[in-house]
T-cell receptor, first 113, second 116 residues
């Protein structure tokens, strides 16, 4: 059974700092991996999706990488801003899991002005 | 498009009462998912449908929980009877089955349920 772990569970950084969020998964037979953002009291919004054949995806100040063989993904946020404060979740779609996603527990990020 | 619509947004009920949560997926999407989120257990998939047919309900906690999707634009999640441990935020999400590998799930705002 796929298990997704995110470390750290919480992170507090000063504004302007570059930071890395980590995600690891136990079964490397994945179809794709996604990073989501969740603001307090809201639903999840997809940020980046990396297909199994890809190594990374970029959107603005966000860069997500994928290393299937080691079961790891990172989300890099450049020049962090207070508006980046949210919980970030990674989710994996397995090859044999139909349309299901397995989510990590999330990293709660606070960017201080 | 208005996105995934869920109702009610908040529900407070007493133990033993029936609770019905509703979801309208994005038009044209043919997969629908029900999730539950708690501090202790994080985000858990309860059940999902493809083309209105339940595909995997292994995440449904027990027989008190049931879900239906009578048509492509509406789904319900029912809890009967409700218990305090059912208190959580329930999310509905939808996606399309394009087969391209780039389908993402679009989440609704959630229903915050409190069972007293």
């Amino acid at each position: 059974k796929q298990e997704v772990t995110q470390i750290p569970a919480a992170l507090s950084v000063p504004e302007g700092e570059n930071l890395v969020l980590n995600c690891s998964f136990t079964d490397s037979a994945i179809y794709n991996l996604q990073w989501f953002r969740q603001d307090p009291g809201k639903g999840l919004t997809s940020l980046l999706l990396i297909q199994s054949s890809q190594r990374e995806q970029t959107s603005g100040r966000l860069n997500a990488s994928l290393d299937k063989s080691s079961g790891r993904s990172t989300l890099y946020i450049a020049a962090s801003q207070p508006g980046d404060s949210a919980t970030y979740l990674c989710a994996v779609k397995d090859n044999n899991a139909g349309n299901m996603l397995t989510f990590g527990g999330g990293t709660r990020l606070m960017v201080k002005p | 498009d208005a996105g995934v619509i869920q109702s009610p947004r908040h529900e407070v009920t007493e133990m033993g009462q029936e609770v019905t949560l509703r979801c309208k997926p994005i038009s044209g999407h043919n997969s629908l998912f029900w999730y539950r989120q708690t501090m202790m257990r994080g985000l858990e998939l309860l059940i999902y449908f493809n083309n209105n047919v339940p595909i995997d309900d292994s995440g449904m906690p027990e027989d008190r929980f049931s879900a239906k999707m009578p048509n492509a634009s509406f789904s319900t999640l029912k809890i009967q009877p409700s218990e305090p441990r059912d208190s959580a935020v329930y999310f509905c999400a939808s996606s399309s089955l394009s087969g391209s590998g780039s389908e993402t799930q679009y989440f609704g705002p959630g229903t915050r349920l409190l069972v007293l």
